[in-house]
Every structure is written in structure tokens, then in C-alpha cells.
């Protein structure tokens, strides 16, 4: 079996890279449920949540890997889902 060989460190960055693809999974699941309840395409706020969260696990496995395209993907994805949470906020602030 190929888990057998790898030592601690490894299965812990194993680990930690499953994390994060299962929150960044569970992000389109949310969307999913989300858009069948209301019969059409939504994105609710917890997809951003989600995104930054696997996107910062993500990032953490990335820099164990030391894989500086995967780094770079993921560091410029946060800033965009933390602006789409910016611009939710705004938008709240301003209805109410």
C-alpha cells in the first residue's frame, strides 16, 4: 500500500491537502442544496466562507509542497472571495 511508506510528516501534509479539497468540495455542495431549494442559480454568503477556508488549507499545503504555482493560485483566490464577502456586507449595510 502506498500510505506505508510515507513517514508522519507526510500523512499530516496528506492530511491537511484532503482538508482543504474537502472544504473547497463542500463549498459547490452548499451552492447546490442552495439552488435547488430556491429553483434557480444563488450563491449564498457560506459558499465565500467556504472558499476562503479551503483556499487558506489549500495554500497551507501548497507552501508544505512547496509548489509555487498552486501557492500563487491559491493566495490570488482569497482576495477575490474576500472581496465578494466586501461587496455582500456593502450591499447589507446599504438595505438597512
Do not use: C
Not at 22 to 30: A, D, G, N, P, V
Amino acid at each position: 500500500m502506498i500510505l506505508e511508506n510515507l513517514t508522519k510528516k507526510e500523512i499530516l501534509v496528506l492530511a491537511i491537502g484532503f482538508t482543504g479539497q474537502f472544504l473547497f468540495f463542500m463549498r459547490f455542495f452548499i451552492q447546490w442544496i442552495y439552488s435547488e431549494r430556491r429553483k434557480k442559480s444563488m450563491i449564498p454568503t457560506a459558499f465565500w466562507y467556504l472558499s476562503i477556508a479551503g483556499s487558506l488549507v489549500l495554500l497551507i499545503y501548497a507552501i508544505l509542497r512547496r509548489d509555487i504555482v498552486f501557492i500563487a493560485g491559491q493566495a490570488f483566490g482569497i482576495l477575490i472571495y474576500l472581496r465578494n464577502l466586501y461587496f455582500i456586507s456593502k450591499e447589507k449595510t446599504h438595505h438597512t
